[in-house]
């Protein structure tokens, strides 16, 4: 159980790069083009990344609706969801600045990641100062 | 509308969102790359070996894909004062809120969370509004 479930790892992560690169989001270029809704009327804007998520989504809630039907994960014993209900001021203040982040470079953590081994230097560089916001998160607020 | 890839976006997403749906009905995990990342940090996480291999996985599957021509290679225009900055903000905001574009954006949407839904909205809004601040404000 404990191979497969490893093993199974490895795999969505796999998936989940080739998702990265194939649909440009590897690209700060292309996202920065995306979030930038005020090109629209100079016709510069680049809505691709709608269609990243209606992807994903198109796959993922038919899969999480499965999930709720069924008592356990395949190669797990439980399944680990979120319990946290309430819009707070951690999720409200977080979110800001992760979006702040995400606008000045262009990289969210998935393409970061799947950056690395791509050309360039900026994204080692930028998955450093994320790792280092992460401990300071850890550090100073718990 | 500039570099529009529809198709390939369209089935991106879709491996995005299988792999979530692999990780989910499989194991039981969200795919949430921050949170899978930051458990490696802290040492009360757990398990490490499975987080070790999706991240990994991440890192080659994007490197093959690419390598064999599928999608663009990074274009970065950020300054590297930028970069650390932006990464900073990313690595504490997304541990702040609990989540970031896969782990809200994707499987959260995808549960229906109310949570989920307003950190979706509240970072693509901040993400508009600093490409707003730097593309068309900033002279």
């Keep these: 159980m404990k191979l497969r479930h490893d093993i199974v790892a490895l795999i969505a992560g796999l998936l989940f790069g080739a998702g990265l690169a194939l649909s440009g989001m590897v690209n700060p270029g292309k996202v920065l083009g995306f979030l930038d809704l005020f090109a629209i009327p100079a016709g510069g804007w680049d809505p691709s990344l709608a269609f990243v998520m209606g992807g994903a989504l198109l796959i993922a809630v038919p899969a999480f609706a499965l999930s709720r039907r069924r008592a356990a994960p395949v190669c797990a014993e439980t399944f680990h969801l979120p319990e946290k209900q309430a819009v707070d001021r951690a999720l409200i203040l977080g979110s800001a600045l992760f979006g702040i982040g995400w606008g000045l470079v262009g990289f969210c953590p998935g393409p970061a990641i799947a950056a690395l081994g791509l050309d360039g230097w900026q994204a080692p560089l930028f998955t450093l100062a994320m790792l280092a916001g992460m401990a300071a998160k850890d550090r100073w607020v718990g | 509308m500039a570099n529009f890839t529809p198709i390939a976006s369209l089935l991106g997403g879709m491996l995005i969102g299988a792999a979530a749906a692999l990780l989910l009905l499989a194991n039981g995990r969200i795919a949430g790359i921050s949170g899978i990342t930051a458990g490696l940090l802290s040492p009360q996480a ?26 663009p290679l990074p274009e970065i225009a950020a300054s590297w004062p930028l970069i650390i900055l932006g990464g900073l903000l ?35 809004a901040a993400g508009v509004a600093t490409v707003l601040v730097l593309r068309h404000l900033i002279p």
Aim: proline share 2%.
């Design chain 2, 46 to 71: 757990g398990a490490r070996t499975w987080r070790v291999l999706f991240l990994a996985g991440i890192l080659v599957g994007a490197f093959v894909a690419n390598r064999l021509g599928f999608g």
């Design chain 2, 90 to 124: 990313v690595g504490f905001g997304t541990r702040l809120g609990g989540g970031c574009t896969s782990g809200h954006g994707v499987c959260g949407l995808a549960r229906l969370s109310p949570r989920s839904l307003a950190a979706t909205a509240i970072f693509m």
